[in-house]
């Protein structure tokens, strides 16, 4: 399997903040990597997908990016409602994998 | 717009079957572009693809206990677990994957407990 380690683990920032979330994969996936937004109690959320792709109805201030088997998440400007965990996802091979999660708090 | 719903029992003994349905509204189940899968979520930990049913693809570490399968007549998926232990309980969420997830249901809690 794909081992998909995102760092960090934990994160605090404030509201207005522009905050980095990195995810690295075992092996080379080329772009196969997506992003989701998961609040407790709720479905997870796709945000981004193909590295780089803003999903339908997710604000702009989310982007993503990618160089060689490291991947980022930047929010641009933190707002309450972002405050969530959020995960990357391969799907260059099966399974698809998940990184272990990232929990954004407010600071 | 997709929606999907799982049902099922939200209790299930040790080494029995632990059975869910996902019933899907808002668009056609059949297609080339997507297939329908089951991912969970124990409690404090991250997620974990279970399979698809389209292409029953399954997940190595399970796969000796899992059958998935489709009834795109009535819009639904299925999943079967055998033999659950304790390291069964989770969320289990019913997805649409295409090489990403883009429609969840709300997930389901199961719990394995005698």
């Known amino acids: 399997d794909i081992q998909m380690t995102q760092s960090p683990s934990s994160l605090s920032a404030s509201v207005g903040d522009r905050v980095t979330i990195t995810c690295r994969a075992s092996?080379?996936?080329?772009?196969?990597l997506h992003w989701y937004q998961h609040k407790p109690g709720k479905a997870p959320k796709l945000l981004i997908y193909?590295?780089?792709t803003l999903q339908s109805g997710v604000p702009s201030r989310f982007s993503g990016s990618e160089s060689g088997t490291d991947f980022t998440l930047s929010i641009s400007s933190l707002q309450p409602e972002d405050f969530a965990t959020y995960y990357c996802?391969?799907?260059?091979?099966?399974?698809?994998?998940f990184g272990q999660g990232t929990k954004l708090e407010i600071k | 717009q997709v929606q999907l719903q799982e049902s099922g029992p939200g209790l299930v003994k040790p080494s029995q079957t632990l059975s869910l349905t996902c019933n899907v509204s808002?668009?056609?189940?059949?297609?080339?572009?997507?297939?329908w899968s089951w991912i969970r979520q124990p409690a404090g930990k991250g997620l974990e693809w279970i399979g698809r049913?389209?292409?029953?693809d399954y997940s190595p570490s399970l796969k000796s206990r899992v059958t998935m399968w489709m009834d795109t007549a009535k819009n639904q998926f299925f999943l079967k677990l055998t033999s659950v232990t304790a390291a069964d309980t989770a969320v289990y969420y019913c997805?649409?994957?295409?090489?990403?997830?883009?429609?969840w249901g709300q997930g389901t809690l199961v719990t394995v407990s005698s």
């Open positions: 997805v649409r994957e295409r090489d990403y997830f883009d429609y």
């Open positions: 808002g668009g056609p189940m059949y297609s080339s572009n997507f297939d």
């Open positions: 049913s389209g292409s029953t």
């Open positions: 092996q080379s996936i080329s772009t196969y």
């Open positions: 193909d590295a780089s």
């Open positions: 996802q391969q799907s260059y091979s099966i399974p698809p994998t």
